[in-house]
């Protein structure tokens, strides 16, 4: 998993597969601050000012989740918005948190962000194999854009609340 930039010089550690590869998760009430960010056909407008904002307020309230188990999921309930969900181990004050609770198949794909429509088809048919269906679909990239190029992966995580 990958963690908040700490040091712009190592920005986001290296992204192992296989921690999140065909995993089954059950989170209780898993703790995330929440941000919205403003899109145009899904593609978004201001993530980095979203982002950075979170990162500011986890950073102020000392809630910052331990690297190995931080994620930034992104739903989009709409071509026009995404709701963005980054770990936190605690309520911030003055900030939205949601709790997420179920069960959570996750699966890593590499490749480009226009690919998502893709993998929902291969997670569906993952997910059929298991008797499972999705009810929502969160994703997480591994990478920002300048390390995914320094690493030559684009690594992005889906995660799928099953039914």
Same mark, same amino acid.
């Given at each position: ?22 995993? +089954?998760? +059950? ?7 929440? !941000?919205?960010?403003? &899109? ?7 993530? !980095? ?7 500011? &307020? ?18 989009? #309930? ?16 003055? /900030? +939205?948190? *949601?709790?997420?609770? !179920? +069960?959570?198949?996750?699966?890593? %794909?590499?490749? #480009?962000?226009? %690919? ?11 997910? *059929?194999?298991?008797? &499972? ?8 990239? /591994? ?17 799928? &609340?099953?039914?």
């Amino acid at each position: 998993m990958t963690t908040p930039m700490v040091n712009p010089d190592i920005c986001c550690p290296e992204f192992i597969p296989k921690t999140l590869d065909d995993i +089954t998760h +059950t989170w209780k009430d898993k703790l995330f601050l929440t !941000g919205e960010v403003k &899109q145009l056909f899904h593609i978004p407008l201001n993530m !980095g000012s979203v982002i950075t904002r979170m990162c500011s &307020q986890i950073e102020s309230a000392q809630a910052s989740a331990p690297p190995s188990e931080f994620l930034l999921l992104a739903y989009d #309930p709409s071509p026009w918005k995404s709701e963005l969900y980054m770990t936190i181990t605690k309520e911030v004050p003055g /900030a +939205t948190s *949601a709790r997420l609770s !179920g +069960t959570f198949v996750s699966k890593v %794909f590499d490749g #480009p962000y226009n %690919f998502v429509p893709k993998w929902i088809k291969e997670m569906d048919a993952l997910l *059929a194999t298991k008797g &499972q269906k999705a009810l929502k679909y969160y994703f997480h990239y /591994a990478y920002c854009p300048k390390c995914s190029k320094k690493y030559g992966h684009n690594y992005c995580v889906a995660f799928a &609340q099953t039914a």
